[in-house]
């Protein structure tokens, strides 16, 4: 028996770092943790952004919800907040927002070699503690992808090729769609329960208790006959009545 957890995310996502973060919080609790499978599944904030897109994350966000660049810096030191007390890492100026296709496409590489999380964890590190740009760079891909144990040669490959997982991060986007996901994080147990959002470590810990129960329903006995328990056996009513019972 396993228990399988889809979540889908993308790397320019506050909180889709953060909810991460809280998931492995309650799967450390979990009883059942060493059979539970997580799989990261692709969704892009902003799939119309040309490759290569890169820019600043408070203009950004300013200029997509309509509110002053004060506002948006806010925003984010309410996030850095959330992150922190979450022992996570967060800087709250400096970093940029861009096209994540390819991001998304080593993701699904790092899936076929049973190492997602590895690369997972590398691109939201360098994305949200890191000072150094991170998107519209194929180099600065590449970089991270080798620090992070993977084949240099294999990673820039998989780079060089658009169409190489192409089709897994579109089926990822479909699916996610079909789903009824408007927004990530996006978290799916058993495709029965979805959790949307960073939620708090104990939401995450019912949705598992939940899947779980699911895939081990409670025996339902069917008669209730003689038997023998730590008391002894049940005697048969002739013994029983000749004792005087």
């Known amino acids: 028996m396993a228990v399988q957890v889809e979540i889908w995310t993308d790397i320019n996502c506050p909180f889709c770092y953060l909810g991460k973060r809280r998931f492995e919080q309650a799967l450390a609790g979990f009883e059942h943790r060493d059979q539970v499978r997580v799989v990261h599944r692709s969704f892009e904030l902003d799939p119309g952004l040309p490759?290569?897109?890169?820019?600043?994350?408070?203009?950004?966000?300013?200029?997509?919800?309509?509110?002053?660049?004060?506002q948006a810096a806010a925003n984010e030191s309410g996030i850095a907040a959330q992150a922190q007390a979450?022992?996570?890492?967060?800087?709250?100026?400096?970093?940029?927002?861009?096209?994540?296709?390819?991001?998304?496409?080593?993701?699904?590489?790092?899936?076929?070699?049973?190492?997602?999380?590895?690369?997972?964890?590398?691109?939201?590190?360098?994305?949200?503690?890191?000072?150094?740009?991170?998107?519209?760079d194929r180099d600065r891909l590449a970089?991270?992808?080798?620090?992070?144990?993977?084949?240099?040669?294999?990673?820039?490959?998989?780079?060089?090729?658009?169409?190489?997982?192409?089709?897994?991060?579109?089926?990822?986007?479909?699916?996610?769609?079909q789903l009824g996901a408007r927004g990530v994080p996006f978290f799916v147990f058993d495709r029965t329960y979805g959790v949307s959002g960073a939620q708090p470590p104990e939401v995450f810990t019912q949705a598992l208790a939940?899947?779980?129960?699911?895939?081990?329903?409670?025996?339902?006995?069917?008669?209730?006959?003689?038997?023998?328990?730590?008391?002894?056996?049940?005697?048969?009513?002739?013994?029983?009545?000749?004792?005087?019972?």
């Open 86 to 136: 979450a022992g996570l890492a967060y800087r709250t100026e400096g970093r940029d927002f861009g096209n994540s296709f390819d991001m998304h496409r080593l993701l699904h590489y790092a899936l076929a070699l049973g190492r997602q999380e590895d690369l997972l964890d590398a691109l939201y590190l360098a994305n949200f503690a890191d000072e150094r740009p991170l998107f519209g």
């Open 143 to 177: 970089e991270l992808a080798a620090a992070a144990g993977f084949d240099a040669a294999e990673v820039r490959a998989v780079l060089d090729d658009p169409e190489a997982y192409a089709d897994d991060v579109r089926s990822d986007e479909q699916t996610a769609a």
């Open 210 to 245: 939940k899947a779980w129960a699911d895939q081990a329903p409670a025996l339902q006995v069917l008669g209730d006959g003689d038997a023998c328990g730590p008391d002894g056996c049940a005697l048969p009513a002739t013994v029983q009545e000749s004792s005087g019972h």
């Open 51 to 70: 490759a290569g897109h890169s820019g600043p994350v408070i203009e950004h966000i300013a200029e997509k919800y309509g509110i002053s660049p004060a």
